[in-house]
């Protein structure tokens, strides 16, 4: 499968680690991206490969496995809707949800608010997304065992729910860091719904 801007995240040619998250989806409520995130990502499209950010990456793999946005959100510049369209802002606005993002898909928040949205998202039938969280250290101490806290919990009670293509997936929520050691080893170790997923360098040849 293709994605509207011509990417294979399918293709034997992808990434490895990247059709390994496809395959779980099913059964991970949450993955762990780390390792060589800050990198662009090898994409195939049609008879080449494009570089591309981590973040295009995960939102063409979410494309095609018919997922309809990709929510960021970091301590620094909050949430972020990737690839913003009116559409998309649109839907978000008007779902359970209910972020109302300005025209440019940003909208401030709070690490209270991101725990409100994480709850949200994860029972959200329409339209089906996904959350990317970046720099996780830096919500402060407090905040970090309070996010991670609910993080925990919401792993566990996150429904698989029904897609477009007659199968049931989670909404899954990404953190993205370089060294998995850095976030609480309580949240990630012996956790069935997290996967911890290795982004490797980009093979060129």
């Not at 994605?3 to 762990?32: C, E, H, M, N």
């Not at 997304?129 to 925990?152: M, V, W």
Request: proline share 6%; aromatic share 10%; hydrophobic share 40%.
């Amino acid at each position: 499968n293709s994605t509207t801007q011509g990417y294979l995240p399918l293709d034997d040619q992808a990434p490895a680690w990247l059709r390994d998250i496809a395959r779980f989806f099913a059964i991970r409520s949450q993955f762990v991206l780390t390792g060589n995130v800050d990198d662009y990502v090898l994409m195939p499209a049609s008879n080449m490969a494009v570089p591309i950010s981590l973040k295009d990456a995960v939102g063409a793999l979410l494309e095609v496995c018919c997922y309809d946005f990709l929510l960021c959100y970091d301590p620094f510049d909050h949430f972020q809707l990737h690839a913003p369209t009116a559409d998309k802002i649109g839907k978000l606005k008007t779902s359970s949800i209910g972020l109302n993002l300005d025209t440019n898909g940003h909208l401030e928040g709070s690490s209270r608010k991101l725990i409100e949205t994480m709850r949200k998202l994860a029972a959200l039938h329409s339209p089906r997304g996904a959350l990317l969280i970046e720099y996780p250290t830096q919500f402060g101490d407090e905040g970090q065992k309070e996010l991670f806290g609910a993080s925990l919990k919401l792993s566990h009670m996150a429904p698989q729910l029904p897609m477009l293509d007659g199968k049931a997936r989670f909404n899954p929520i990404f953190w993205v860091t370089k060294n998995v050691d850095d976030l609480p080893a309580w949240f990630v170790l012996h956790n069935e719904r997290i996967r911890v997923q290795t982004v490797k360098k980009p093979e060129i040849g």
